[in-house]
């Protein structure tokens, strides 16, 4: 069955640092993955995904993100926090029509000043 | 643009009542989900629905009843709460691959 494992529950960065959140994936066929943004009280933002294609894709707010195959994992990356950023992010796998769509549990991000 | 809309936001419930939750879209998508999301889980699918008419059950359905008569709502009833059911629900549509989601109803149940 299809899973997600985010392993870094909470991370904490200073604003203006680079941010690294990982995610690895299990699926049995070609993956659909993706990234959701969830601030506080919020419903889930898309911020990116992948298909299929060149293994670094853009996203919105600056963020990025690698599909490593050989890793089953797909980590977002931003080079320069802000504190803006500071939210909860979730990594998704599924397919086409997202009917099993798998989340992680999440990694709430922490901005100090 | 409307786009998806949840009612109530907040719900306080006492066990072995009947909830509803509703789910309203304006994009005509013909796929909408329902997910319950709980600390430490992240979000898991309760029920899918790929046209009116159609659903179908996800990761964690017991408990749980969907109908879809027309293709813009897709309302979500527990048929009798327990405590268990107290999380936060989220409804999404989507069209093709991406999901759109709603801003979440957040159920106690006493």
């Known amino acids: 069955a299809q899973s997600v494992t985010q392993p870094d529950i909470h991370i904490t960065v200073s604003e203006g640092a680079s941010l690294e959140l990982r995610c690895n994936y299990s699926?049995?066929?070609?993956?659909?993955l993706f990234w959701y943004v969830q601030s506080p009280g919020q419903g889930l933002q898309l911020l990116l995904k992948?298909?299929?294609?060149?293994?670094l894709v853009q996203g919105i707010k600056g963020f990025e993100a690698e599909f490593k195959r050989s890793q089953s994992s797909f980590n977002l990356r931003k080079p320069s926090v802000h504190w803006s950023d500071a939210a909860e992010y979730f990594c998704a796998v599924g397919s086409y029509n997202n009917n099993d769509m798998r989340f992680g549990a999440g990694t709430r991000l922490t901005v100090k000043p | 643009d409307a786009g998806i809309t949840q009612s109530p936001r907040y719900k306080i419930t006492e066990t072995g009542r009947q909830v509803t939750l509703m789910c309203h879209q304006t994009?005509?998508?013909?796929?909408m989900f329902w997910y319950r999301q709980d600390l430490g889980h992240g979000l898991r699918l309760i029920y899918y629905?790929?046209?009116?008419?159609?659903?179908d059950k996800g990761e964690v359905p017991d408990g749980y009843v969907v109908s879809r008569s027309k293709t813009e709502n897709f309302p979500l009833t527990l048929e009798s709460a327990t405590r268990s059911q107290t999380s936060v629900y989220f409804c999404?549509?989507?069209?093709?691959?991406?999901?759109?989601f709603g801003p979440g109803t957040r159920l106690t149940v006493l």
């Open positions: 999404a549509s989507s069209v093709a691959d991406t999901q759109y």
């Open positions: 629905s790929a046209a009116a008419d159609i659903t």
């Open positions: 994009w005509s998508h013909s796929y």
């Open positions: 992948y298909f299929s294609g060149d293994t």
């Open positions: 699926y049995g066929a070609t993956p659909y």
